[in-house]
């Protein structure tokens, strides 16, 4: 079926500012365009659990009186933004996906509502999102799946799909997502929009419901990817820029990482190839690769276990099953493994940050594979079986452990289904990633609309 089209589709931040700034359009319409297409495409792709209409409404008269009198917060005044409902926003529903907190509302703002709010932005409601974050398939939430707005019998990916199909709909031009192994970038590359993780740290995760707090980033989600630089330069206290040259760009092998559909890896390939022209390829180390995973694996599911130890003791029932499966296996895992997953994670650091001695940004697949169908646990890859999970975290997952910066944008569609790119540097080197992924825009003739 055709990708449902919102008003927001194919519209930048850029463009909005200007349209506001220029008197064609206010706050308070574009506003009532969010909630016209929340509630004419909703109901079938169920990206938000709760729409703040009259919050809104309120907040959009507000910024259109500021902008009258004078007072402009910058690119993002009047621009309607979803929140993933892991994140707090004072005064509504957060449920976290989970029959646990049915009835929860927030008593205050998280850091990065605050500031999204101190800039001018008008937060229309709360995405949809995995139980507790805890799955990159988006489809366990006490709220229903997110569903692919390319074909919503497939899954949006997760945790963070609510916010991806958000804006891949057209529903909002930018939403708060949170990445802990990949939930900003999966969700962004199977929906065909632009997701960022930056560097861990870089924004509060003040009033975010943990998942495993020494990875968990809070990212951003948005038709294009100069969008989330807007919003990042925002959210952030600093913004450091380098002398302008010319990122030297690597191809990274997926292959040496996990199996990848081969016309995934040709097509991303091609796509950043565009812009850079012939990239050197480079191989991941496979003992890194490995130890990664594992690492990456022992230390999510220690701090998740650590997160839900009360609620698993005294209200099981009230997991989604297979994400109660999830935590009580992860509360399993013996403490040794924990321990020494964190002392292994400094070495494993360095050893990834030799890959950039000679290069600036890695591109890879952002996921290797199109994506499956909601409910889908099995598929094969390269012509062996694969666990959905497995492959979906696969090429994503190691960057949280180390803690650098990435960045997906859509690199074409196999098989009618977007794929997508992802570009990722050392902590420092944002710049690269958005001027390397717009460079590969220009060259393909597509500048970015209005």
Not at 229 to 249: F, M, N, S
Not at 273 to 292: I, R, S, Y
Not at 320 to 331: I, K, N, Q, Y
Request: glycine share 12%; aromatic share 6%.
């Amino acid at each position: 079926m055709p990708t449902p089209s919102g008003p927001f589709t194919g519209r930048t931040i850029d463009g909005l500012a200007r349209d506001l700034r220029e008197g064609r359009t206010t706050s308070t319409a574009l506003v009532q365009l969010a909630l016209d297409a929340i509630a004419e495409l909703d109901p079938l792709l169920n990206a938000f659990v709760t729409v703040d209409a009259a919050g809104a409404r309120a907040a959009a008269r507000r910024a259109d009186d500021e902008l009258a009198g004078g007072t402009d917060r910058g690119p993002l005044h009047g621009v309607p933004v979803g929140v993933k409902d892991l994140i707090m926003v004072a005064g509504l529903p957060a449920t976290m996906g989970s029959r646990h907190f049915a009835g929860h509302v927030a008593v205050a703002d998280a850091a990065c509502v605050a500031r999204l709010r101190q800039a001018g932005a008008v937060v229309i409601g709360k995405t949809n999102t995995h139980e507790f974050a805890y799955g990159p398939t988006g489809d366990r939430s006490a709220a229903g799946p997110s569903r692919n707005p390319w074909e919503p019998a497939r899954m949006s990916g997760g945790s963070s799909g609510g916010s991806a199909v958000a804006v891949a709909a057209g529903m909002v031009p930018l939403a708060l997502g949170t990445d802990t192994g990949g939930s900003v970038r999966i969700p962004a590359a199977l929906c065909g929009v632009a997701g960022f993780k930056p560097a861990y740290g870089a924004i509060p995760v003040d009033g975010v419901f943990p998942l495993a707090q020494t990875f968990d980033t809070v990212g951003l989600l948005a038709g294009h990817e100069q969008d989330c630089l807007i919003a990042y330069r925002t959210l952030v206290e600093a913004w450091v820029r380098t002398d302008g040259r010319p990122a030297r760009v690597a191809w990274l092998d997926p292959a040496g990482v996990f199996a990848c559909d081969p016309q995934v890896a040709r097509t991303v390939r091609q796509a950043v190839e565009a812009g850079t022209g012939p990239l050197e390829e480079l191989a991941f180390p496979a003992k890194d690769a490995d130890e990664l995973r594992e690492t990456f694996t022992a230390i999510q599911s220690s701090e998740t276990a650590a997160v839900h130890a009360d609620r698993l003791a005294e209200a099981p029932e009230l997991f989604d099953p297979e994400v109660l499966e999830r935590v009580r296996g992860a509360a399993e895992l013996p403490g040794w493994r924990y321990v020494r997953a964190m002392r292994a994670r400094p070495r494993l650091a360095e050893s990834v940050g030799a890959l950039f001695e000679r290069h600036d940004v890695l591109a890879l697949p952002t996921v290797p594979l199109t994506a499956p169908f909601l409910g889908q646990r099995a598929t094969e890859l390269d012509g062996g079986p694969v666990a959905v999970r497995a492959a979906l975290l696969a090429l994503t997952s190691m960057w949280n452990v180390v803690g650098f910066p990435a960045l997906s944008v859509p690199a074409g569609t196999v098989y009618g289904l977007p794929v997508g790119l992802q570009l990722v540097c050392r902590p420092g080197w944002e710049h690269l990633l958005f001027e390397t992924a717009a460079l590969g825009r220009a060259r393909h003739g597509s500048p970015p609309a209005g």
